[in-house]
């Protein structure tokens, strides 16, 4: 086979054949097929498209890159994958959460790609915590505590790894195709029995509208489904960022107080329903209100806490070890109105231009910097009240990001409605 045959079929709208997909990927994952023309199939599958058996073979071509974690116990293997949300800190709490139910979480997770922060980022916030664990000391601690929550290991999808790289400089990165590959090679190689996905729209994630959010859902579920991965979804609302808390240290301080039956409700109540759907689809609960009343009964009583505690010290951190948060600087209303609209694009770049997001790849974070959010949209502001709070201790960089928050923020005459948080997706 010829790859520049295969990048032509492609280019001209071509499907290809389940062969050619298992050579390009074979051959780039070795290093026998170069970037240059890795990027130019990339750039034809992000203007052209592929059917639903194309997306099929190409997420069985990268799982197949790699080796799957080896299923161990009798325990269902659960897990949460959000497509990425600016203030998404579900997953801290999840993992321990579902390990209370007796399920396996074995939580694979990713850094921050654009403005959404990454769960490997938030832990990182705490002092000592490790998110390289080898493949047997997955192994260990799901055994021992039913959840870990770290990075990819060097066998899982490595083909992934080197075309998500690829595809983050060479503008390829938004294609339902790609996407699907991506993310569904990654589940299907943790040997799961259900999954649920947060697929997230708004300015606040990835995907800008609840359309392309619905579009990727579908395709999302197809593939969970034809892997035999019990897979349900929610589609949520990111038109304003999740919480209060956006930024690292600060995220995981938020995620602590919902672990202990505290924080804000819709951090609390998002992650109890991506949950929630989980112990359906294992048959742990029957019925959906059950579900989340065992959910709500794990968090106020501490338990979850306890699950995270001793997860965060099997993975030699310490919740005492929280990294310090900046000095706080109020960005205050320049008029009295009804919080009209949040950007979240601008609120991820000032946290990324006081250095709690990467610029240029592998840039180390500052883990003390974020935004404390006072209001959401629909508030009732009185003039000069606190919309947020900027955390930096450089002011330099702190004055940068209050002149991105600004522009962010919309007030108007008007009073407007809250959006609704999440709903179900159910393919047509
Ligand atoms: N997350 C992934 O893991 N892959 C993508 O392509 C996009 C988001």
């Known amino acids: 086979m010829i790859p520049a045959v295969v990048i032509a079929n492609k280019r ?72 990425g949300g600016l203030g998404d800190k579900t997953s801290l709490i999840l993992a321990p959460l579902l390990a209370c139910c007796d399920l396996h979480v074995p939580m694979i997770s990713g850094r921050g790609l654009g403005i959404t ?20 000391e997955i192994h260990r601690q799901l055994d021992s505590l039913g959840c870990v929550i770290t990075g990819a290991t060097e066998s899982l999808v490595p083909a992934d790894k080197k075309l998500y790289g690829l595809r983050d400089v060479t503008a390829t990165v938004p294609s339902i195709p790609l996407i699907t590959a991506s993310i569904m ?19 606040g994630a990835f995907l800008a509208t609840e359309e392309l959010a619905e579009e990727l859902a579908a395709s999302l579920m197809r593939v969970g489904k034809d892997a035999g991965v019990l897979t349900t979804a929610l589609i ?45 689809s294992t048959k742990r609960e029957a019925q959906l209100d059950d579900a989340r009343s065992r959910l709500g009964k794990l968090l106020d009583s501490g338990s979850a806490m306890d699950r995270f505690e001793r997860m965060v010290h099997a993975q030699s951190g310490s919740i005492r070890a ?49 935004l404390k959010m006072h209001c959401k949209i629909g508030h009732c502001l009185t003039e000069e009240q606190p919309i947020l709070d900027i955390q930096c201790d450089d002011e330099n960089k702190s004055q940068i990001a209050m002149q991105l928050v600004e522009r962010a923020i919309t007030i108007s005459d008007e009073p407007q409605k809250r959006p609704s948080l999440w709903r179900n997706f159910v393919t047509k």
């Open 117 to 136: 922060g990454g769960t490997l980022d938030k832990l990182e916030a705490i002092e000592g915590f490790r998110t390289n664990l080898t493949e047997s």
């Open 12 to 83: 001209d709208r071509r499907p290809l054949s389940s062969d050619e997909i298992k050579f390009m990927i074979d051959g780039y994952s070795c290093g026998r097929i170069p970037d240059y023309q890795m990027s130019a199939l990339a750039m034809a599958i992000y203007l052209n498209g592929m059917s639903d058996r194309e997306i099929s073979d190409l997420t069985d071509s990268m799982i197949a890159s790699g080796s799957k974690l080896v299923k161990v116990g009798d325990k269902p293997r659960v897990d949460k994958h959000s497509t």
């Open 185 to 203: 090679s990654k589940k299907i190689a943790e040997s799961l029995d259900a999954l649920v996905l947060d697929v997230k729209f708004g300015s």
């Open 322 to 370: 929280v990294r310090p948060i900046g000095q706080s600087r109020p960005f205050l209303a320049k008029y009295a109105g009804y919080i009209q609209a949040i950007d979240g694009q601008l609120l991820g770049q000032a946290v990324i231009a006081m250095g709690g997001g990467r610029m240029v790849t592998g840039q180390a974070i500052d883990f003390s910097v974020g």
């Open 236 to 280: 949520t609302d990111m038109t304003q960022p999740l919480g209060g808390m956006v930024g690292n240290a600060c995220e995981v301080n938020e995620s602590i107080a919902i672990l202990q039956g505290g924080g804000p409700s819709d951090v609390r109540e998002l992650t109890i329903e991506l949950a929630a759907r989980l112990l359906l």
